[in-house]
């Protein structure tokens, strides 16, 4: 563990030893236990991975395991990946991976909450498909949605019937729909803008390719799955359709790297894509999240040009000093530096011949954006927890020091599942 970053991965965890410090700020946000975004499960999963790598000590995990949990564990239909049962579940879950047996009891709750919950969301997905309504992006996406939930169900119930439904249900939302002034698109459109709201921009909604509230997320859950033999009836067609959707809208900035539109109306429909301004290469929108789902599409249908070529432009992008410095000086996991390090550091390890090892040799330098020499891991980590973002998974302290843990060292313990930024746990001849 050569790099700084590895450091501060440690001395962030050490910041947030004591939960009972951030307790403190949560009166009026208890909510904040459970989510995923900006609260505990996030730091649980940094102290898992520590404890794991024998850096810290397990009993940091217990506390903040008893603190996230101490109330109700919150289900239905408003929890999702980044808040309630979904969320606490992956970080118990990773606990379980590492000490196999921990919070058995609590994971079966959990389980079975998340699935009956999943199948009541389908039903309703089904239905509102049947009466020919337009979905919404809390219906699909990784964020809110059911690509979410089903990343969870895929991790701890890889051969339960819920996480099928998820799929099928998936591989239907690739079907055509008519939006309201007859326009033909996938039914992924949404009517209203990419808030979820209604939005005078967007006067006949938008189709989103991201992978927090796009078709990207859904992409990779179908790969994923698909790579652990967990396939139903339509499933590669849906991944083929995906795919090709998104290689479609894939355009150039002026300097000629490729981008992929955050999202595109209908009234572009048919059309040429055009060139697109200088924009984050993130994770959660831009050109790091799209390949990574790519990048997992292309090893499930076998297509070793198809996963050169995304390993390449993603190198682009990560290499071309315009577009990197969009992120401005984000570290987060969902659209910061800490992100696309993780994401380089993946697709670069999964890359024998180049672009794989310029990849690696990228994440240190992503890196390098986030912990230097020039300042202790101790004043990097306390200067993290003072932004606004706080502690949390996505867009907080936890989140970077785990993705610089993972690149800095080259090891997970899978935390990263759930977010759809990893290979899958199991390998399909690995399946009982």
Known sequence: MTHPAGQLAIAVADELADPNHMIRDLPEQPWLRQSLWHGMPGVIMLHTELAAAEQRP??????????????????????????????????LAGVAEVKPGAYE???????????????????????????????????????????GIGT????????????????????RLTDTVTTTRCTVVPGWWTPTGPSGRAD????????????AHGIAGPLALLAYAARVGVLVDGQRAA?????????SWRTTTAAGVPVW????????????????????????????????ALHAAALVVADPEAAADAATVLLQALTDADHLNATGDDTSLCHGYAGLALVALRIGTATASEPGPQLLAVADALLDRIATHDASPADTAAALLRRPSGPGLLEGAAGTALCCWAAATGTATGWDRSVLTSNPQRKADERS
């Open 105 to 147: 009891r609590a994971l079966l709750t959990i389980d079975t909450a998340v699935s009956a919950d999943a199948r009541r969301r389908v039903d309703a997905a089904h239905a509102r498909m049947d009466a020919g309504q337009p979905a919404t992006l809390a219906e699909f996406d990784v964020i809110r949605g059911l690509a």
């Open 58 to 91: 397990w009993h940091r995990v217990r506390t903040w395991v008893d603190a996230a949990c101490g109330n109700q564990i919150t289900t239905g239909p408003h929890t999702n990946l980044t808040h309630g049962a979904p969320a606490i579940g992956h970080a």
């Open 239 to 247: 991944i083929t359709a995906i795919t090709n959707w998104l290689n």
């Open 261 to 292: 539109p955050y999202w595109i109306t209908p009234a572009e429909v048919g059309t040429p894509a055009r060139s697109r301004p200088e924009q984050r290469p993130s994770w959660c929108y831009g050109s790091a999240g799209v390949v990574s």
């Open 200 to 211: 005078n921009r967007y006067p006949e909604g938008h189709l989103n390719s991201g992978v």
């Open 152 to 171: 969870y169900l895929l991790r701890r119930e890889p051969d339960g019937t819920a996480v099928r439904a998820v799929l099928e249900y998936l591989v």
